[in-house]
């Protein structure tokens, strides 16, 4: 009896595992917030966000996405991993007020799902160079055509409006979130308040992948989880931000000054070199203009010269105005979130230009300043007689704590006071004080 009982107990444990093993299990949904420009680091962060979700196995990840723009490249990147992903991949543009322009259209029309929040817009997505310089019209011409044909893959295969997304490139057309759903066919598949609201309108909604499968999501009761950059992605997307890249530039050409004007100092030039080489990686994903890189180090050499070159204020002044006009011309972008305001280009002109110009004030005071060493430190200098000096005889004298033997063109008596006119190796010139 006690045999058979074990038994039974056993067949009712199996029984009630099998049954917890057969329920299947909550939905996982991933999410991820991109708030920076479409650069090397948010390509990264975003394929490594979606190969996390293929390992996790999730039903859906989620990107809400605000963005001004950024490179082709970094975006081509993106789009690979979206069309490539296991795992179904949504873009919603938000919360309201937000947008997705120029790169980010691009990423919403490649994903498999594109929602918008309500007061959102998309578009303006043609292609500008990124260094600041004239594009010759033929090339021009060459990079639209390239950008609107890849948009035109994308939208063709996720089933969007080709003609809108065309436009968006060749035209720079913006659309609002009634506007993208209102289209036949829509650039959009639905308008949702926030990323829940979304999941909700998604669950039994059968999404078309890239490849032409279909997915039918399930998402009920979904087990939501978080992804966020990495602590080097997110100091290395604040230095990718325009400003920061404009003070690091600033920055790192002051400390390179001043190891230059005082070889050995070691901090500035190490400083100056770490700022400098993180500016110049900035610079890199930003839309910089050369002119005002070259105004911006010509300031810094007018503002060195002051020290050198008697000018009354005049390269100290041009120095100022080349710093300001290079700093206004920086980054060539028409996206107000890409520009350097007056209140951080005001400010730092003045406090570099005040700090250049007090070492300036420093180093024209250590010039003028009277050699306090060898042999002109001691010109000038009081000493005693210490025996009579005929004139043109020598004598001895005291001077700087030491024993000299000097000569005089005039009569000096022992304990007079004299002053050294001339040093000629170990021979001094004084005469009486």
């Not at 036949?184 to 308008?191: G, N, S």
């Amino acid at each position: 009896m006690r045999v058979a009982r074990i038994a039974l107990i056993a067949m009712a444990f199996v029984a009630a595992v099998h049954r917890l093993l057969a329920q299947p299990s909550a939905p996982i949904v991933e999410t991820a917030t991109v708030d920076a420009i479409i650069q090397p680091v948010t390509a990264d962060f975003m394929r490594s966000a979606i190969a996390r979700a293929d390992a996790d196995k999730a039903a859906l990840i989620v990107f809400t996405l605000h963005t001004p723009g950024g490179l082709l490249d970094a975006t081509r990147d993106i789009n690979n991993a979206i069309i490539s992903a296991r795992t179904p991949v949504a873009v919603f543009v938000g919360p309201a007020g937000y947008r997705a322009a120029s790169a980010g259209f691009l990423i919403t029309i490649a994903a498999d799902v594109a929602a918008m929040a309500p007061g959102t817009h998309i578009g303006a997505a043609h292609p500008v160079s990124g260094y600041g310089e004239t594009i010759d019209p033929v090339m021009a011409k060459k990079m639209a055509s390239d950008a609107a044909a890849y948009a035109r893959t994308l939208a063709t295969q996720r089933r969007r409006n080709v003609p809108l997304v065309e436009q968006a490139v060749t035209e720079s057309r913006s659309y609002t979130e009634q506007e993208a759903i209102g289209a036949t066919p829509p650039l959009i598949d639905l308008i949702a308040n926030d990323v829940p609201d979304l999941i909700r309108k998604l669950d039994g909604r059968t999404v078309r992948r890239f490849n032409g499968e279909t997915v039918t999501l399930q998402l009920a009761s979904p087990v939501l989880r978080t992804i966020e950059m990495t602590r080097a992605e997110r100091v290395l997307s604040a230095i990718a931000h325009p400003q920061i890249a404009y003070l690091l530039l600033t920055l790192g050409t002051l400390g390179l000054t001043i190891e230059l004007w005082s070889p050995g100092a070691i901090l500035p030039g190490v400083a100056g070199g770490i700022c400098l080489l993180l500016a110049f990686f900035a610079l890199q994903v930003l839309p910089v203009s050369y002119s005002g890189v070259l105004l911006i180090l010509l300031g810094f050499a007018l503002l060195v010269l002051e020290v050198k070159v008697t000018s009354h204020g005049l390269l100290a002044a041009g120095g100022i105005a080349s710093l300001f006009f290079g700093s206004l011309m920086l980054i060539d972008s028409p996206l107000p979130e890409m520009q350097i305001g007056l209140r951080v280009i005001v400010p730092v002109t003045l406090g570099l230009a005040g700090i250049l110009l007090f070492l300036v004030r420093l180093g024209v005071r250590a010039q003028r300043q009277p050699a306090v060493t060898g042999e002109s430190g001691m010109l000038n200098t009081a000493g005693e007689a210490m025996t009579s000096i005929a004139p043109g005889g020598v004598g001895r004298v005291t001077a700087h704590g030491e024993i000299w033997t000097a000569t005089a063109d005039e009569p000096v008596h022992a304990g007079d006071r004299v002053i050294i006119t001339a040093v000629k190796g170990l021979l001094l010139t004084v005469k009486r004080m």
